[in-house]
């Protein structure tokens, strides 16, 4: 779809003035030419890559097949359809609104969801129907319940045999690696021949091996062995802990009248989930964490939803590449593709294999209970055996997860099933459990499959898939949010082993609702801006935090800028809680938390969401602040509730710091230079996180009138000669800032120095202390073009330069495209 129709798609009301497309049956119609020689093959196939969802097929007025499942690759023999010359192809879709209101409707009981929250403005049944979940609505989305070809369509032409998917099975011996090459086929009668696996390593040739197989119809599958020795190749770390060295490895099927082949990339590395006792007392769990080459990973990075609400879309390679990318930069290590999207592209876990990016990846479930019947039972079956043969020699994906949030809403009755818990327990598990699960484990073993997020792993097991406390912080991962509570303190949070989803919503850029809305519109409390809030619990969260900690204001402009530092030093916050009990095991037995994946990393339209990346590809200051929080050390600052101040510094690095020296630095809010200085030498150990200081606050502020009137700052500085890692500076605020007596700051953009066609280097002046200084760059190419080395940072220095990177050319007047702001201490 054209970018310019897509704007209009979601320009005001447009998500539901346009239901009327997907209200309506559509056909797709096409023709095709084939010569005689094209009718000599033995076997012709059209293929369809993905309908989207409930349709027929004909060709030459015959019906050849329907399709009612988006996820899955749909194979047909026309050999007998077909004829030489001109060929007519129609695919005729049913509305899927239609089709899944009459599935519901035939159903023995009712599936719930049944429909979503009015302020969805959504769609009802779409847990009926195998489509994307969220095209029918959802909290952060529209509704656009889409039709029609998403993916390509083939006709194949072969002698009997066609290779549809390669993965492998690695094993680590002593000296070499172990490489089974397992090749699936699309085959309708067993086939003999040769298979064929060849790894190139550059500049030293290749590793071969074949061997004769016979691929049976019944299992599709054949495999060949090869013996890597470690000395020739280098193994593949996630971001952060070494480089993502990939192989080419092809496979070749050989029969006497015909060869088949595909080329795939593979990385050497072992990923496995560990889940171990913490105490001899087994009730205080186990533990929950990414082991990557023997080495304990904390998960840093966010939760992906659909880089688009039309599914067409998600292979943009300009989209997808920049938001990938977006994340590497930010230090990220982890993405979890939700299960109400879809599975991603091709493209996406390439790019995630060779930035680094481990996948968490869920089956296509979320947020529903869903039928059990034998036809959708066996729909699942194939669609996740294709998937998990189409993505399984990924080096980045580490974990199968069969849904989100589905074990937690049946156990804790979101929809009121708990009058029938023993029924809808008995369709999970047929689901999840007796249906997935064994596919999964047999198409790749060496992953771990969990059947939800969260979950307790093992434990859940033990209490027969659906645990009473899916959200235990002594098991597996959880979800927390929390909308009323103050998420600048972080005695808020819990203590659980991995954190794989958390979240506070904020507003995307003026420019960026300008995008979707009049300028009228465009102001706090429009109807327009109303509508395209879809929270149930609309703006009143997002006003109440706010009011936590900073000034309140009215006009629109000001409270996007304050829900954005709102919710980056919310994550900010949690997040460096998280990372701090890396080490530490309470006496409850919590803790030792391995993981830190926030809700959520980009958007499908302009709208108050939990995204760091607004739709137009513009971050959001979370998305500055991950860069810093999420650096591979950082130094975190608690202030308990006995007025200890404990500062904690946590090392992702693989090696020990024997001597570093922290700073602190007291200001106060009239002068550039500490009233106060104080040194810390610190030791810490590899990959840890630790305690490394602990004082009353009083120590630091006695020479401050008030609590009102000073911060503090924290550098840790690490001998240059041991490591090369920038630490990122820290603050802490002893009061909330609507309580702090700060002035105003007259900030200024200076001088911009070009260094070369995309970079250059841009000065910034105050004349005073200056919080959450924010750069913004306008104008049509300036929402995702533009990169600045750091943003929503504090000033405590008169000038400071940002480096500045584009994605386009600079051009002179780039500073005229400029807009800076900075924390008033109030608000009209």
Same mark, same amino acid.
């Not at 369509?153 to 492998?168: D, R």
């Not at 669609?383 to 399984?392: C, D, F, G, N, T």
């Not at 910034?764 to 913004?776: G, P, Y």
């Given at each position: 779809?054209?970018?310019?129709?897509?704007?209009?798609?979601?320009?005001?009301?447009?998500?539901?003035?346009?239901?009327?497309?997907?209200?309506?049956?559509?056909?797709?119609?096409?023709?095709?030419?084939?010569?005689?020689?094209?009718?000599?093959?033995?076997?012709?196939?059209?293929?369809?890559?993905?309908?989207?969802?409930?349709?027929?097929?004909?060709?030459?007025?015959?019906?050849?097949?329907?399709?009612?499942?988006?996820?899955?690759?749909?194979?047909?023999?026309?050999?007998?359809? #077909?004829?030489?010359?001109?060929?007519?192809?129609?695919?005729?879709?049913?509305?899927?609104?239609?089709?899944?209101?009459?599935?519901?409707?035939?159903?023995?009981?009712?599936?719930?969801?049944?429909?979503?929250?009015?302020?969805?403005?959504?769609?009802?049944?779409?847990?009926?129907?195998?489509?994307?979940?969220?095209?029918?609505?959802?909290?952060?989305?529209?509704?656009?319940?889409?039709?029609?070809?998403?993916?390509?369509?083939?006709?194949?032409?072969?002698?009997?045999?066609?290779?549809?998917?390669?993965?492998?099975?690695?094993?680590?011996?002593?000296?070499?690696?172990?490489?089974?090459?397992?090749?699936?086929?699309? +085959?309708?009668?067993?086939?003999?021949?040769?298979?064929?696996?060849?790894?190139?390593?550059?500049?030293?040739?290749?590793?071969?091996?074949?061997?004769? #197989?016979?691929?049976?119809?019944?299992?599709?599958?054949?495999? #060949?062995?090869?013996?890597?020795?470690?000395?020739?190749?280098?193994?593949?770390?996630?971001?952060?802990?070494?480089?993502?060295?990939?192989?080419?490895?092809?496979?070749?099927?050989?029969?006497?009248?015909?060869?088949?082949?595909?080329?795939?990339?593979?990385?050497?590395?072992?990923?496995? +989930?560990?889940?171990?006792?913490?105490?001899?007392?087994?009730? %205080?769990?186990?533990?929950?964490?990414?082991?990557?080459?023997?080495?304990?990973?904390?998960?840093?990075?966010?939760?992906?939803?659909?880089?688009?609400?039309?599914?067409?879309?998600?292979?943009?390679?300009?989209? #997808?590449?920049?938001?990938?990318?977006?994340?590497?930069?930010?230090?990220?290590?982890?993405?979890?593709?939700?299960?109400?999207?879809?599975?991603?592209?091709?493209?996406?876990?390439?790019?995630?294999?060779?930035?680094?990016?481990?996948?968490?990846?869920?089956?296509?479930?979320?947020?529903?209970?869903?039928?059990?019947?034998?036809?959708?039972?066996?729909?699942?079956?194939?669609?996740?055996?294709?998937?998990? $043969?189409?993505?399984?020699?990924?080096?980045?994906?580490?974990?199968?997860?069969?849904?989100?949030?589905?074990?937690?809403?049946?156990?804790?009755?979101?929809?009121?099933?708990?009058?029938?818990?023993?029924?809808?327990?008995?369709?999970?598990?047929?689901?999840?459990?007796?249906?997935?699960?064994?596919?999964?484990?047999?198409?790749?073993?060496?992953?771990?499959?969990?059947?939800?997020?969260?979950?307790?792993?093992?434990?859940?097991?033990?209490?027969?898939?659906?645990?009473?406390?899916?959200?235990?912080?002594?098991?597996?991962?959880?979800?927390?949010?929390?909308?009323?509570?103050?998420?600048?303190?972080?005695?808020?949070?819990?203590?659980?082993?991995?954190?794989?989803?958390?979240?506070?919503?904020?507003?995307?850029?003026?420019?960026?609702?300008?995008?979707?809305?009049?300028?009228?519109?465009?102001?706090?409390?429009?109807?327009?801006?109303? *509508?395209? $809030?879809?929270?149930?619990?609309?703006?009143?969260?997002?006003?109440?935090?706010?009011?936590?900690?900073?000034?309140?204001?009215?006009?629109?402009?000001?409270?996007?800028?304050?829900?954005?530092?709102?919710?980056?030093?919310?994550?900010?916050?949690?997040?460096?809680?998280?990372?701090?009990?890396?080490?530490?095991?309470?006496?409850?037995?919590?803790?030792?938390?391995?993981?830190?994946?926030?809700?959520?990393?980009?958007?499908?339209?302009?709208?108050?969401?939990?995204?760091?990346?607004?739709?137009?590809?513009?971050?959001?200051?979370?998305?500055?602040?991950?860069?810093?929080?999420?650096?591979?050390?950082?130094?975190?600052?608690?202030?308990?509730?006995?007025?200890?101040?404990?500062?904690?510094?946590?090392?992702?690095?693989?090696?020990?710091?024997?001597?570093?020296?922290?700073?602190?630095?007291?200001?106060?809010?009239?002068?550039?230079?500490?009233?106060?200085?104080?040194?810390?030498?610190?030791?810490?150990?590899?990959?840890?996180?630790?305690?490394?200081?602990?004082?009353?606050?009083?120590?630091?502020?006695?020479?401050?009138?008030?609590?009102?009137?000073?911060?503090?700052?924290?550098?840790?500085?690490?001998?240059?000669?041991?490591?090369?890692?920038?630490?990122?500076?820290?603050?802490?605020?002893?009061?909330?800032?609507?309580?702090?007596?700060?002035?105003?700051?007259?900030?200024?953009?200076?001088?911009?120095?070009?260094?070369?066609?995309?970079?250059?280097?841009?000065?910034?002046?105050?004349?005073?202390?200056?919080?959450?200084? *924010?750069?913004?760059?306008?104008?049509?190419?300036?929402?995702?073009?533009? %990169?600045?080395?750091?943003?929503?940072?504090?000033?405590?220095?008169?000038?400071?330069?940002?480096?500045?990177?584009?994605?386009?050319?600079?051009?002179?007047?780039?500073?005229?495209?400029?807009?800076?702001?900075?924390?008033?201490?109030?608000?009209?």
């Amino acid at each position: 779809m054209a970018s310019s129709l897509k704007k209009y798609m979601f320009y005001e009301y447009n998500d539901v003035a346009y239901r009327w497309i997907a209200l309506d049956n559509w056909t797709y119609f096409s023709h095709f030419k084939l010569e005689h020689s094209d009718l000599r093959y033995e076997q012709i196939h059209l293929v369809l890559h993905g309908v989207d969802t409930v349709s027929e097929i004909y060709i030459n007025e015959k019906l050849v097949g329907n399709t009612t499942n988006m996820f899955v690759r749909y194979r047909f023999d026309v050999k007998n359809v #077909v004829k030489v010359g001109l060929n007519s192809l129609y695919v005729n879709f049913t509305s899927p609104i239609a089709a899944s209101r009459r599935i519901a409707s035939m159903l023995p009981y009712k599936v719930p969801v049944e429909c979503w929250p009015n302020v969805y403005h959504g769609e009802c049944h779409i847990n009926k129907i195998r489509k994307m979940q969220a095209s029918f609505a959802w909290d952060w989305g529209p509704a656009f319940p889409s039709v029609g070809l998403w993916k390509t369509v083939e006709l194949v032409l072969s002698q009997g045999i066609q290779m549809s998917s390669v993965g492998i099975f690695l094993t680590s011996e002593e000296e070499y690696w172990r490489l089974t090459a397992r090749a699936w086929f699309d +085959v309708d009668s067993d086939v003999t021949g040769t298979l064929a696996g060849q790894l190139l390593i550059p500049g030293q040739g290749y590793i071969r091996s074949e061997t004769s #197989v016979t691929i049976k119809s019944s299992t599709r599958e054949g495999r #060949v062995v090869l013996i890597v020795p470690k000395s020739k190749v280098q193994l593949w770390w996630p971001n952060g802990y070494g480089e993502q060295k990939l192989y080419n490895l092809t496979v070749v099927f050989k029969t006497e009248s015909e060869t088949v082949s595909k080329t795939i990339e593979v990385g050497f590395r072992t990923v496995e +989930v560990m889940e171990q006792p913490v105490d001899e007392d087994l009730s %205080k769990g186990r533990t929950f964490y990414f082991n990557v080459n023997n080495v304990p990973i904390f998960a840093k990075g966010s939760n992906w939803i659909p880089s688009d609400i039309f599914p067409e879309q998600n292979t943009n390679e300009e989209r #997808v590449t920049r938001l990938l990318t977006d994340c590497k930069e930010s230090n990220f290590n982890m993405l979890r593709v939700w299960g109400g999207g879809v599975y991603e592209s091709d493209l996406f876990y390439r790019l995630c294999d060779r930035l680094g990016i481990l996948v968490w990846q869920d089956m296509m479930f979320a947020c529903n209970m869903y039928p059990a019947d034998e036809a959708f039972l066996r729909s699942v079956s194939t669609e996740i055996e294709q998937q998990v $043969q189409r993505l399984q020699h990924h080096p980045s994906v580490a974990i199968w997860s069969g849904n989100n949030e589905n074990e937690l809403a049946l156990r804790q009755n979101w929809y009121n099933t708990a009058s029938h818990f023993t029924l809808y327990k008995h369709d999970y598990v047929s689901l999840y459990i007796k249906t997935i699960k064994p596919i999964v484990e047999s198409l790749d073993p060496q992953r771990s499959y969990f059947p939800s997020s969260p979950s307790n792993g093992i434990e859940t097991k033990e209490e027969e898939y659906i645990a009473s406390d899916p959200q235990s912080n002594l098991y597996g991962d959880v979800h927390y949010y929390n909308y009323l509570g103050n998420l600048w303190d972080w005695r808020v949070f819990p203590k659980p082993r991995f954190a794989s989803e958390y979240g506070v919503q904020s507003l995307p850029a003026y420019s960026t609702l300008l995008n979707a809305m009049n300028i009228s519109e465009a102001v706090w409390g429009s109807e327009l801006l109303r *509508w395209k $809030q879809h929270f149930p619990g609309g703006f009143v969260p997002l006003i109440w935090q706010i009011g936590f900690n900073l000034p309140t204001a009215t006009d629109l402009k000001d409270i996007i800028y304050l829900s954005q530092i709102n919710q980056a030093m919310s994550i900010k916050t949690e997040t460096e809680h998280y990372r701090s009990m890396k080490s530490t095991t309470l006496s409850t037995g919590e803790g030792l938390t391995m993981g830190a994946l926030y809700w959520q990393l980009n958007d499908v339209w302009e709208a108050p969401s939990w995204s760091s990346i607004d739709y137009l590809g513009k971050w959001k200051m979370l998305h500055y602040h991950a860069k810093d929080f999420f650096a591979n050390v950082i130094i975190s600052a608690k202030l308990e509730s006995d007025d200890q101040l404990s500062l904690i510094v946590v090392s992702d690095l693989l090696v020990a710091v024997p001597e570093a020296q922290i700073f602190i630095d007291v200001y106060n809010w009239s002068s550039f230079d500490p009233i106060s200085c104080h040194k810390v030498t610190a030791s810490f150990g590899p990959n840890q996180s630790r305690q490394v200081f602990k004082k009353n606050m009083s120590y630091f502020l006695d020479s401050c009138l008030d609590r009102t009137q000073c911060f503090l700052k924290f550098r840790l500085i690490l001998r240059s000669d041991l490591v090369s890692t920038l630490v990122p500076p820290n603050y802490l605020f002893p009061i909330p800032l609507k309580n702090a007596k700060f002035p105003w700051a007259n900030v200024k953009i200076g001088k911009f120095t070009i260094q070369n066609q995309t970079e250059g280097f841009l000065e910034v002046s105050t004349d005073r202390i200056a919080l959450f200084v *924010w750069i913004e760059c306008m104008g049509a190419r300036g929402e995702s073009a533009i %990169k600045f080395s750091e943003n929503g940072f504090h000033m405590v220095e008169t000038i400071k330069i940002i480096k500045v990177k584009s994605r386009f050319p600079l051009q002179h007047n780039f500073v005229s495209r400029l807009k800076i702001t900075n924390l008033k201490p109030r608000y009209n």
